[in-house]
């Protein structure tokens, strides 16, 4: 339990000043005094609470993974969706890092899809299967988001590189970007593949590949101008060129596989189907549509067809937002993506979402409807009282790992949450008050493993020249990206 308020605060501060200082032996900060800084909150949910937590030891992947025995029921899922509280938290990248390579090495998952743009995954995948190029310059001229350019997440690709290293093609692991908001590498990685299987077809699905590279061969925000200018009609006229080419392609199934591989024809096609995705994407958030959040319908389709990539029996992981994994029947327009994934799956999907306490992490600024720039931001209050997040800065242990499966029902605890309760998140935007990110939620309903990391500290950007291409035109009613 937290200890005297001063005393709290030095050691806020010294932990976000020394953040790798821990040791790998260390063992977790056990808290006393239960109630030291509860005021009225019901003491017996927290003593419920510290019945069922497991310590975790830190967040660096660099930590052996005993710690993580509890999390060792994922193994029976088919698709396992990691969260995170923020998009630009360090101890969650590295946690994720840690749980994908812990599910890689002792349950044999496959690959590792990121809410991230398809197009772009391709060249990752190329480098982290046949060591392509140079990691870096393709993770600051590749990548859209300024969320995935930091050097935890190239830490966790260097590693799935040096995994695959001597290994079978049919052993190594993939990186796969289930995202639908871009158009602008898909056409040329797809006229790519023709022109090496087959010339005398390009000129077959060339004018709809030169009508997406038309509209996609500038920013994305200028993308969403065009989109925004067009007619419904139109719309629908850029979706039938798409799905004529779609239908040549399939046409020659048998021939393309024969004259590469069934993955490339796979991804090939599929590559087509995210353009069409990206068409109803685009258009519908340029015209502040969200009667049907196609956004994570298609992401929850593009993960279930990862899943099935390299056979029936695939396990894989996914890396997106609490707000995207979560099953959550109220996000904006039919649902979450784990809503789609929880209700196809059932119990094959697995939820872990992250929290925390107090800490530092990156995300731009906005004041009003004004983006300012991207920034590390502080939170150093502690969270709103009789939030989910206030109960669990109380337990006993700083970080830990909670399966909502193990909450009594009849507990005061399993009582508590039985009715929806403040949770806090930020997604790719803050604007400095922290009471605005609370929303409700049924924690056993939405997660069935929740990892909270007390104090953290910023992701860490790496250094690019990529400043007029950030790929970021925040929506303000959408701020989970």
């Not at 052996?64 to 396992?80: E, G, Q, R």
């Not at 391709?122 to 480098?127: C, E, P």
């Not at 193990?406 to 605890?413: A, C, G, H, Q, V």
Request: aromatic share 12%; charged share 20%; with cysteine.
């Amino acid at each position: 339990m937290k200890k005297l308020k001063v005393l709290s605060s030095i050691l806020f501060l010294l932990t976000i000043l020394l953040p790798s200082c821990q040791s790998p032996t260390e063992p977790p900060v056990i808290k006393d005094q239960i109630g030291a800084t509860t005021d009225n909150l019901n003491t017996q949910i927290v003593r419920d609470l510290n019945s069922i937590i497991h310590p975790l030891n830190g967040a660096s992947p660099l930590l052996d993974d005993n710690d993580l025995a509890p999390l060792s029921f994922l193994k029976d899922a088919k698709i396992v969706g990691l969260g995170e509280a923020t998009h630009g938290t360090k101890e969650f990248f590295q946690l994720k890092h840690r749980i994908f390579k812990y599910l890689v090495e002792n349950y044999g998952f496959k690959a590792f899809g990121f809410e991230a743009d398809m197009g772009e995954s391709i060249y990752i995948d190329r480098y982290i299967t046949k060591g392509e190029g140079n990691l870096e310059n393709i993770m600051t001229t590749k990548m859209h988001f300024w969320t995935w350019r930091t050097q935890e997440v190239k830490d966790l690709l260097k590693w799935m590189r040096q995994y695959n290293i001597g290994k079978s093609e049919d052993s190594k692991i993939h990186y796969i970007g289930f995202d639908s908001q871009f158009i602008t590498y898909q056409p040329d990685l797809i006229l790519e593949y023709f022109n090496r299987v087959k010339p005398g077809f390009v000129s077959q699905i060339l004018p709809s590949m030169q009508m997406i590279k038309n509209i996609g061969n500038t920013l994305p925000s200028l993308v969403g101008e065009y989109y925004k200018n067009i007619s419904q009609k139109r719309k629908l006229e850029i979706a039938d060129s798409l799905k004529d080419a779609l239908t040549k392609i399939t046409a020659i199934k048998s021939e393309l596989i024969s004259k590469s591989s069934d993955f490339e024809y796979q991804t090939v096609k599929q590559l087509v189907i995210n353009l069409i995705q990206a068409n109803d994407v685009i258009y519908s958030s340029a015209h502040f549509d969200y009667s049907i959040n196609y956004r994570d319908k298609y992401m929850a389709d593009n993960a279930v067809w990862i899943s099935n990539l390299f056979g029936a029996n695939t396990k894989i992981a996914v890396w997106a937002h609490n707000g995207h994994i979560q099953n959550n029947s109220n996000y904006w327009g039919g649902g979450s993506m784990g809503k789609y994934l929880k209700n196809k799956l059932a119990n094959r999907y697995q939820i872990v979402g992250f929290s925390f306490s107090k800490g530092y992490f990156e995300a731009v600024s906005q004041s009003g409807n004004t983006f300012v720039g991207l920034k590390v931001q502080l939170i150093n209050t502690a969270p709103q009282k009789n939030s989910l997040n206030y109960i669990l800065f109380n337990a006993k242990y700083d970080n830990f790992i909670l399966k909502t499966a193990d909450i009594p029902t009849n507990s005061e605890l399993g009582k508590w949450i039985a009715t929806p309760e403040p949770f806090f998140m930020i997604g790719a935007v803050y604007n400095g008050n922290p009471a605005n990110y609370y929303g409700n939620i049924l924690l056993r309903y939405y997660y069935d493993v929740l990892i909270n990391y007390d104090i953290t500290s910023a992701a860490v950007q790496l250094q690019t020249n990529m400043a007029k291409r950030n790929y970021f035109n925040p929506d303000t009613r959408n701020n989970n990206f």
